[in-house]
């Protein structure tokens, strides 16, 4: 699997097979078939590992929603240190046995529940951290290295288009929206979604007014 993930990562998922894994280990193909049927299965076993490799830091931050900051910012920047896995999470689904994923969801779970989400709550609040992470990571890996010429280009190119197409808006404010640093950072996103969470306090709150309504026939 090793010598898969290296060869999806240096010539791209494409150009990936079986048979190019096994000549490259010396072996035949049909000794990969006694362990994977298919390269689809092949590519889920790739990911699998990749992502059980990746060993997510603990924070020792006081605020619980520092702590699922610093576990999601860590994850991204594992993850942006293997584009090969990037890719095989844009195309496929986690495999629900992976390890890795049990391993990053734990470590936020456990920070959520300091918080005083728990159940249900929980397991959406994680999936809204995770896609909100991953879809930062997309957005962000194509444009990392674009220079303040780059971003000048983009919003002259936007703004002709949009003073082209009547988008007054979009025109007056092509420069803010091509510019990497209005867009903000990914601490910043996660912290607009937790502060955006209920606190404990709140959330019983909530809980004992729903059972008044019910007790009292509302």
């Not at 594992?78 to 990037?86: E, I, K, T």
């Not at 734990?106 to 809204?128: I, K, P, Y």
């Amino acid at each position: 699997m090793s010598t898969a993930l290296r060869q999806a990562g240096e010539r791209g998922l494409e150009a990936l097979s079986i048979r190019s894994v096994a000549t490259e280990l010396g072996i035949s193909p049909m000794t990969i078939y006694k362990f994977v049927a298919s390269k689809d299965e092949l590519i889920d076993a790739m990911l699998v590992l990749a992502l059980n490799r990746m060993e997510i830091p603990y924070s020792n931050a006081p605020d619980w929603q520092q702590r699922v900051i610093d576990v999601m910012v860590a994850w991204r920047e594992l993850l942006l240190d293997h584009p090969s896995v990037v890719q095989l999470l844009v195309e496929r689904r986690v495999p629900a046995h992976s390890e890795g994923l049990g391993r990053l969801a734990e470590h936020v779970l456990a920070n959520l529940e300091d918080g005083g989400l728990t159940g249900r709550a929980a397991a959406q609040t994680f999936w809204q951290l995770f896609s909100l992470t991953f879809g930062h990571i997309v957005f962000e890996r194509p444009r990392r290295n674009i220079d303040e010429e780059a971003q000048r280009e983009a919003a002259q190119a936007m703004a002709a288009t949009a003073q082209a197409r009547g988008f007054a808006r979009v025109a007056n404010l092509a420069e803010d929206l091509t510019n990497l640093a209005v867009r903000g950072t990914l601490e910043t996103s996660l912290r607009v979604l937790l502060d955006g969470l209920p606190s404990r306090g709140e959330s019983q709150s909530v809980s004992q007014n729903a059972a008044a309504r019910v007790q009292f026939g509302e």
